[in-house]
DNA sequence: ACGTGCGGGACTACCCGTTCCT
DNA sequence: AGGAACGGGTAGTCCCGCACGT
């Protein structure tokens, strides 16, 4: 969620516009909030995202989407159970809310409520990234023994109880439904491994 | 979510405004359209919410906060357990996504999400939908002989997983990830009582 | 300026239509701000004023220059010098001002910027309240020998003057503009004689 | 009051709103009249006068305090009496009264009376140029040796015959009313000298 | 390639004065 | 007298293009 070192305009309007979606949504935040964010000028959007406020978007939630599936990936690459990748995510996820002060959080589920009915590369883009989480998980609850219909319904939850609890998070001011939740399922995936 | 009998001016922008926020949330939604959907006159709208859209939306989530309220405490009073009750819940909702052919759901997610940080009383109304569920699943555990703070958890993974099936359900345009998430959480409420 | 024993609905509209009207002009006054004050439903506006905004705004003006009027005639009827009863209008005048903290004034010289260009009846309110006014003090000079010329240039110089007065004295929050420049009209008409 | 011979975007806007104020008044007046006046689209009003309505205002009261005061230190360069220079912007808002056939006038008395409740931007650019006018007449009238608070009541009184002179002769659609007070006005400022 | 000033309207939430019908 | 209805009006903001200077 934080920035990397590059500061080049697109990036700088890129993140700006991260943080903006995530806090208020899709159609709460106007380009010329992002623009005041990122300190650009206002051709600059329009050159580097020939597509408007959408073409953002999309690409926020697949830059927000990736950092997800690194975290998954990685820990899966180091061996690690299903269910505890789940719980590393719920605290990472955690960490950004606290310190946004539950301010930011959940700009996939936001998305996909309020931009999917009416852009189609939206919703792609929001189906994409869930799939890409649920599919990690599923292979690998696969392959650690789980029947795959299992595994699916297992993986569905996962996304489902993060995406939940991620909202419940913010209402409540707490990390822990979102913790919690995350704890519960994954006793769940690593028992039925 | 489908109208009563009555179609008092009030009752009929009301509904209209539930289904336009279910669908594309509430920025996405102009007065202009919750009263052409009403078919009503402009002035109705603030003779009868003389607060304006938030007012709308304030109302929005305490009557579809109310309906799925019923929903559990009728389950409850019929002496079925908090997991099925939960799965009904879950059928319920699904049954909403399935009419309006996914498109409409999820109202209070979305209004969480996208009201929260400007609109405190609107962040309460959320806040109170989420309380009741849990508070009303919560005490049912409590008193089939959950330990308390397990109960909490568990009634706080129930909400976040219906929530988080809901959004699931609609990008993947099925209701599968709602009622699953759902059943594998029943498991873990009714096995645990 | 101050409202009589009477507490009419009638009269309770039109009394809290000419506060309102002073201290911020016909078009910035809503007729529902008018029934809050007057503590009047809104079917009563158009039960006792029939026409409207508009007739209330011709009633306001009328019982102002009745008011003003009444002042000049009572002078002249105790045989002050129309010097003096120029002085004295504008130290009533000061005195509504100073009550009100400099924030109420003018009716009759907003209304005839404001609404005289659209509303021919308002324009004739407005006419008829500075003819009253003018003509008084003519007559009474004319009588004490004044030359008829001289004396409608005088007359119409202490109305001008308590007009710009009153506009200068809201802006100076002081009723000295007010006060001087009829002081200094007065030497005029006096002097004159 | 007629526009020069620019006719940039940001000046039409300012010369339309000037007219239709002074014809009007402020709240009479709405923006998209400014802008079909001046031809002009919505986005270049924002564009033009960020802070909307209130900044052209403020605009146009100091483009007209700006133009009388430099009629008046004009005649005072030229090294006429404080009576004539008075006289002479008689005639001037005379001239302009005429051309609109009294439908224009006294835009900076109307907007004292309308805005300066609200808005104290405004206050303090009707403030500013009442007493600009004030001051430069007063300086001239002490330097040609009447003494100062005599000086100060005459400068105030000529002020406020110019504004209750222009409202009277609106009202009166004759010039008359104005001319008249200012010249009586004259004699008493360079009979004093 | 990259930035910028200036439009260009359609659209926003909100409020207006008024009238209808009970 | 009174509450609901009526719809045209308000100021203001939206996302976006176009033409011009680097």
């Not at 979606?21 to 990122?38: K, P, T």
């Not at 869930?130 to 392959?143: H, Q, S, V």
Request: some cysteine; glycine content about 10%; aromatic content about 6%.
């Amino acid at each position: 969620v934080s920035s990397g070192v590059t500061t080049s305009t697109r990036e700088r309007i890129l993140h700006a516009a991260i943080h903006l979606f995530q806090a208020r949504g899709y159609h709460a935040v106007g380009v010329n909030e992002i623009l005041e964010r990122a300190d650009a000028p206002k051709g600059s959007l329009y050159h580097h995202f020939p597509n408007g406020k959408g073409e953002i978007a999309r690409e926020a939630i697949a830059w927000l989407a990736g950092t997800v599936s690194k975290m998954i990936e990685d820990g899966f690459a180091r061996g690690k159970s299903p269910g505890s990748v789940l719980v590393k995510v719920a605290h990472g996820m955690a960490g950004w809310l606290e310190q946004s002060q539950w301010r930011e959080g959940s700009l996939i589920a936001s998305m996909a409520q309020e931009s999917v009915p009416d852009d189609p590369a939206i919703h792609e883009a929001v189906r994409a990234a869930y799939d890409c989480w649920r599919t990690a998980m599923k292979r690998e609850l696969i392959a650690r023994g789980t029947p795959t219909a299992t595994a699916g319904a297992l993986s569905s939850l996962g996304v489902a109880c993060l995406e939940g609890g991620l909202i419940l998070a913010r209402v409540d001011q707490s990390n822990k439904p979102l913790v919690q939740a995350a704890e519960q399922v994954a006793v769940l995936m690593d028992g039925s491994g």
